[in-house]
């Protein structure tokens, strides 16, 4: 079957989570959470972060972002997020809607990424009661854009964050990937640089389904089993959202599988430069922006290629995923290349 670049949301469920899941699918175990599995990973995932955070699993990325939002606020409030934030532009009003009307405050930044000075302009723009009052912080790590924050980025957004009085939560959906690319303790991108709630992404690293809210300061995750409840995330044979993470934290196949995909990004990204293609932000995980030419955009589409093009700030989004062959990144290509051709020759 052909493998594409749309999303690495495409990619099937990797060996080892698979290997997992099956394991776990032998006699009875508690529900709802109760269950050895459970236990295992929330402190496996203790042990990656080293810290004693607390970790609920919810069933994907959009109730993890909404739910964990709506921690950190009441309905009005406002979250400051940026404008091609995932939790603006593709998640149907969900953050709001879990939070009672909380408003997104988007801001604009380069190449994806919110800047201390952004986000001090809006929060002090007004403070009648007439606006919703500023109390929480989305960043995305990766952003939307396949850009990296630095540790020190995100320690220092997270310190102007804190003067002003926002809890600060991150979109993790690519986490995987970033601490790969970065090459960092994951502790050092979150709660030891100010970051109060992580939504760690499982989807698009190899998991069949599931995402984990780790939240690092304890005190927001008091109410939050019940908020999963009242949301529809509370699964009943949880062991089966958990259990395949088992496999995933296990001597470090995550990264393992986000090297190889940050690899193949990288791999795309040098031929699409060499086939004379213009990228629009630098590969820094495992995502590739590009501007493709009209002709050369319709003929991958006409050979069976699927990619998005509304994602981001325009473009091509190209993305690798944990399987992604490196057999598929040069088949790629050399449509590319032939189509350039084609099109250069008219």
């Given at each position: 079957?052909?493998?594409?670049?749309?999303?690495?949301?495409?990619?099937?469920?990797?060996p080892e989570a698979t290997a997992?899941?099956?394991?776990?699918?032998?006699?009875?175990?508690?529900?709802?959470?109760?269950?050895?599995?459970?236990?295992?990973?929330?402190?496996?995932?203790?042990?990656?972060?080293?810290?004693?955070?607390?970790?609920?699993?919810?069933?994907n990325g959009t109730a993890a972002?909404?739910?964990?939002?709506?921690?950190?606020?009441?309905?009005?409030?406002?979250?400051?997020?940026?404008?091609?934030?995932?939790?603006?532009?593709?998640?149907?009003?969900?953050?709001?809607?879990?939070?009672?009307?909380?408003?997104?405050?988007?801001?604009?930044?380069?190449?994806?990424?919110?800047?201390?000075?952004?986000?001090?302009?809006?929060?002090?723009?007004?403070?009648?009661?007439?606006?919703?009052?500023?109390?929480?912080?989305?960043?995305?790590?990766?952003?939307?854009?396949?850009?990296?924050?630095?540790?020190?980025?995100?320690?220092?957004?997270?310190?102007?964050?804190?003067?002003?009085?926002?809890?600060?939560?991150?979109?993790?959906?690519?986490?995987?990937?970033?601490?790969?690319?970065?090459?960092?303790?994951?502790?050092?991108?979150?709660?030891?640089?100010?970051?109060?709630?992580?939504?760690?992404?499982?989807?698009?690293?190899?998991?069949?389904?599931?995402?984990?809210?780790?939240?690092?300061?304890?005190?927001?995750?008091?109410?939050?089993?019940?908020?999963?409840?009242?949301?529809?995330?509370?699964?009943?044979?949880?062991?089966?959202?958990?259990?395949?993470?088992?496999?995933?934290?296990?001597?470090?196949?995550?990264?393992?599988?986000?090297?190889?995909?940050?690899?193949?990004?990288?791999?795309?990204?040098?031929?699409?430069?060499?086939?004379?293609?213009?990228?629009?932000?630098?590969?820094?995980?495992?995502?590739?922006?590009?501007?493709?030419?009209?002709?050369?955009?319709?003929?991958?589409?006409?050979?069976?290629?699927?990619?998005?093009?509304?994602?981001?700030?325009?473009?091509?989004?190209?993305?690798?995923?944990?399987?992604?062959?490196?057999?598929?990144?040069?088949?790629?290509?050399?449509?590319?290349?032939?189509?350039?051709?084609?099109?250069?020759?008219?």
């Amino acid at each position: 079957m052909q493998q594409h670049f749309a999303s690495d949301n495409y990619a099937g469920i990797c060996p080892e989570a698979t290997a997992a899941l099956l394991e776990a699918n032998t006699g009875h175990a508690p529900a709802y959470g109760d269950d050895d599995y459970t236990r295992k990973v929330s402190d496996r995932l203790r042990d990656i972060f080293e810290t004693d955070c607390d970790v609920y699993f919810v069933f994907n990325g959009t109730a993890a972002n909404s739910l964990a939002l709506a921690t950190l606020c009441q309905s009005y409030h406002s979250v400051i997020c940026h404008q091609l934030a995932h939790v603006e532009t593709d998640e149907c009003g969900a953050p709001e809607f879990f939070s009672n009307g909380a408003k997104l405050l988007t801001i604009a930044g380069e190449q994806g990424r919110l800047t201390p000075e952004a986000i001090t302009e809006v929060v002090t723009r007004r403070s009648d009661l007439h606006f919703p009052k500023p109390r929480g912080l989305t960043l995305t790590q990766t952003t939307e854009v396949g850009t990296l924050y630095q540790p020190d980025q995100v320690a220092t957004i997270a310190d102007t964050a804190r003067q002003l009085g926002l809890r600060v939560h991150m979109d993790g959906a690519r986490f995987a990937n970033a601490v790969a690319s970065l090459d960092v303790a994951p502790a050092d991108i979150t709660w030891r640089a100010g970051v109060d709630v992580l939504c760690f992404g499982g989807t698009k690293m190899g998991l069949p389904v599931g995402e984990a809210v780790v939240f690092f300061d304890r005190k927001l995750s008091e109410d939050f089993a019940w908020r999963c409840k009242q949301a529809g995330q509370l699964a009943s044979k949880m062991r089966f959202l958990s259990a395949p993470w088992l496999g995933m934290l296990t001597d470090d196949v995550w990264l393992k599988h986000a090297r190889h995909a940050n690899a193949m990004a990288q791999r795309l990204s040098a031929g699409l430069v060499a086939a004379g293609i213009e990228l629009l932000f630098p590969t820094e995980a495992n995502g590739v922006f590009a501007r493709l030419p009209a002709p050369v955009d319709a003929g991958l589409r006409a050979k069976g290629w699927r990619f998005y093009t509304f994602i981001g700030a325009g473009g091509a989004r190209l993305m690798c995923g944990w399987d992604t062959l490196p057999a598929t990144v040069d088949a790629l290509l050399a449509d590319i290349r032939a189509l350039s051709g084609a099109a250069d020759a008219l």
